[in-house]
C-alpha cells in the first residue's frame, strides 16, 4: 500500500540534544512538508520541499533542519537552538503543479523534552 | 498573503445533530479548498474538496461548497455521529507553494 510513514511514534529528547525525525514516502511524490502542531494553533510549516536537494523555509524554521537526498525520504532534525520543542510533528506529501493537489499525511511523531 | 479563518471550537453537539462548522478564506486567484480531518493522536486525513467556484465537495455525509461570491467553504453534515468527534481544519491551496490550513475547530459528539 502506498503510504507516508512517520517514526517514532514517540520520541523523548532530553535538553541539548539534537532528535531527527524521520519521514518516508512510497507514492512518488515530489514535495513534502513538516509541519508543528500545537493545542490552539493549529498547524504551522516549518520547511519543505519541493525537488530533491532544494528545501525552503516555512514560517517556524528556526531551530530546525532538514535535508532531502532522496525523493521518498525528508527527515527532520530539532535542534538544540530550537527552545520550545515539545509538539506533535507532522509530515506530508503532494503532487506538485496541479490545481487540485491534496496533501497526505504522515501518523505523527509526538515530541517531549524531559 | 493567503489566509484561512475558521471558526472557533470546540463545536458540542448531540448525536443525530445537525453540524455546520464555518471557513472562510482569503486568496489571490482561485484556490482549491479542501476539509480535512484529525481524531485523536492521528494524522489529518482528506475529508473532502472543491477545485472551482459552486463545486460541491462530499464524503462520509459531510458537505461544503465553494463559495467565491462569499469566499466561503463552510463544512455541513445532517446527522453527525460520535464516531465524527474529531478535529475539523480548513485549508486552501493557492497553486503556489503549500498548503494554507485554518486553525482547526473541535467537534465533540455526546450519545
Known amino acids: 500500500d502506498g503510504g507516508i510513514t512517520q517514526s517514532p511514534k514517540y520520541l523523548f529528547r532530553k535538553e541539548g540534544q539534537n532528535v531527527t525525525l524521520s519521514c518516508e514516502q512510497n507514492?512518488?511524490?515530489?514535495?513534502m512538508y513538516w509541519y508543528r502542531q500545537d493545542p490552539g494553533q493549529g498547524l504551522r510549516l516549518i520547511y519543505y520541499s519541493q525537488i530533491v536537494n532544494d528545501f525552503q523555509k516555512g514560517d517556524i524554521a528556526e531551530g530546525y533542519s532538514v535535508s532531502r537526498e532522496k525523493k521518498e525520504s525528508f527527515p527532520l532534525t530539532v535542534t538544540s537552538a530550537q527552545k520550545n520543542p515539545t509538539a506533535f510533528y507532522l509530515c506530508?506529501?503532494?503532487?506538485?503543479?496541479?490545481?487540485?493537489?491534496?496533501?497526505?499525511f504522515g501518523q505523527g511523531t509526538r515530541l517531549t523534552v524531559v | 498573503g493567503d489566509s484561512v479563518t475558521q471558526m472557533e471550537g470546540p463545536v458540542t453537539l448531540s448525536e443525530e445533530a445537525f453540524l455546520t462548522i464555518n471557513c472562510t478564506y482569503t486568496?489571490?486567484?482561485?484556490?482549491?479548498l479542501f476539509w480535512y480531518v484529525q481524531y485523536p493522536g492521528e494524522g489529518l486525513q482528506l475529508l473532502l474538496k472543491a477545485t472551482k467556484a459552486d463545486d460541491k465537495g462530499s464524503n462520509k455525509g459531510f458537505e461544503a461548497t465553494y463559495r467565491k461570491e462569499t469566499t466561503s467553504f463552510h463544512l455541513e453534515k445532517g446527522s453527525v455521529q460520535v464516531s465524527d468527534s474529531a478535529v475539523y481544519f480548513c485549508a486552501l491551496w493557492a497553486g503556489y507553494s503549500t498548503l494554507t490550513f485554518g486553525k482547526g475547530t473541535m467537534l465533540l459528539v455526546s450519545p
Open positions: 486568496a489571490t486567484g482561485y484556490p482549491s
Open positions: 506530508a506529501s503532494s503532487i506538485m503543479g496541479q490545481g487540485n493537489t491534496e496533501a497526505f
Open positions: 507514492l512518488n511524490h515530489d514535495a
